[in-house]
């Protein structure tokens, strides 16, 4: 199983589901109040897809996204990142490269995507 992991700053309801509509297929997903964890299906490539949005992830003003499934529609988290960047127009944040539960994390830069353009920068 793949993942994708990234983190949208001040989400709004209804973003997400919108986004992913043009991207997967039989979305199910109810993100109308944005408030508490969201757990939702998808399928692409005929693979089925879990998402999953966690709120107030590293601080109170971003939610992270996780996808995760066979197939997936990006090959990275970045790709992943600057088509949400695209679509919902809100800071995006994401790892610099594959990182797995348990391993150090080896530098503490992320990609920042926003309206300055894609930086790696330290979180804070």
Same mark, same amino acid.
């Given at each position: 199983?793949?993942? %994708?992991? $990234?983190?949208?700053?001040?989400?709004?309801? /209804?973003?997400?589901?919108?986004? !992913?509509?043009?991207?997967?297929? *039989? +979305?199910?997903?109810?993100?109308?109040?944005?408030?508490?964890?969201?757990?939702?299906?998808?399928?692409?490539?005929?693979?089925? %897809?879990? $998402?999953?949005?966690?709120?107030?992830?590293? /601080?109170?003003?971003?939610?992270? !996204?996780?996808?995760?499934?066979? *197939? +997936?529609?990006?090959?990275?988290?970045?790709?992943?990142?600057?088509?949400?960047?695209?679509?919902?127009?809100?800071?995006?944040?994401?790892?610099?490269?594959?990182?797995?539960?348990?391993?150090?994390?080896?530098?503490?830069?992320?990609?920042?995507?926003?309206?300055?353009?894609?930086?790696?920068?330290?979180?804070?």
């Amino acid at each position: 199983m793949q993942d %994708l992991e $990234i983190y949208i700053r001040d989400l709004e309801a /209804g973003t997400v589901s919108r986004w !992913l509509e043009s991207n997967v297929e *039989q +979305l199910q997903l109810d993100d109308s109040d944005v408030a508490s964890v969201i757990k939702g299906t998808a399928s692409f490539n005929n693979e089925h %897809l879990n $998402i999953t949005l966690y709120p107030r992830a590293f /601080g109170k003003r971003f939610t992270c !996204l996780i996808l995760e499934g066979g *197939q +997936l529609p990006w090959d990275s988290d970045l790709a992943c990142a600057r088509s949400a960047w695209k679509a919902l127009e809100t800071e995006i944040r994401c790892s610099p490269g594959a990182w797995k539960e348990g391993e150090p994390i080896a530098d503490e830069k992320w990609w920042r995507l926003d309206s300055r353009g894609e930086q790696l920068v330290v979180w804070n």
